[in-house]
């Protein structure tokens, strides 16, 4: 079983930056892919990034990509989410979830999820 705590969120100007983790238990925690999802009020959620096992293959989301940079770094059981050139359409709550077993993007190729971190960007 793996659990995840995220941080990192806050209020944050468009432009701005924020680095989001993600923290892990659990021993299987460097065998599995990860990935970020985030879900604005209102609106479903929806893929943001992810990153196979070893952190050497990433893919992202047409809206975040060149914005967004996903990393991991299985020794500290940490995930991460670099922000940057923040609008106020990444506005949402940020999920990390674990446990697909190729890079994911849909919500049920992953066993596990945090509670989520608040991004809220102002105009």
């Known amino acids: 079983q793996v659990q995840l705590v995220e941080s990192g969120g806050g209020l944050v100007q468009a432009g701005g930056s924020l680095r989001l983790s993600c923290a892990g238990s659990?021993?299987?925690?460097?065998?599995?892919?990860m990935g970020w999802f985030r879900q604005a009020p209102g609106k479903e959620r929806e893929f943001v990034a992810t990153?196979?096992?070893?952190?050497?293959?990433?893919h992202y989301a047409n809206s975040v990509r060149r914005r967004f940079t996903i990393s991991r770094d299985n020794a500290k059981n940490t995930l991460y989410l670099q922000m940057n050139s923040l609008r106020p359409e990444d506005t949402a709550l940020y999920y990390c979830?674990?446990?697909?077993?190729?890079?994911?993007?849909?919500?049920?190729?992953?066993?596990?999820w945090g509670q989520g971190t608040q991004v809220t960007v102002s105009s």
């Open positions: 990153i196979n096992w070893s952190g050497a293959t990433t």
């Open positions: 659990g021993r299987t925690f460097s065998r599995y892919a």
């Open positions: 979830a674990h446990g697909a077993r190729e890079l994911g993007v849909r919500q049920s190729d992953y066993d596990y």
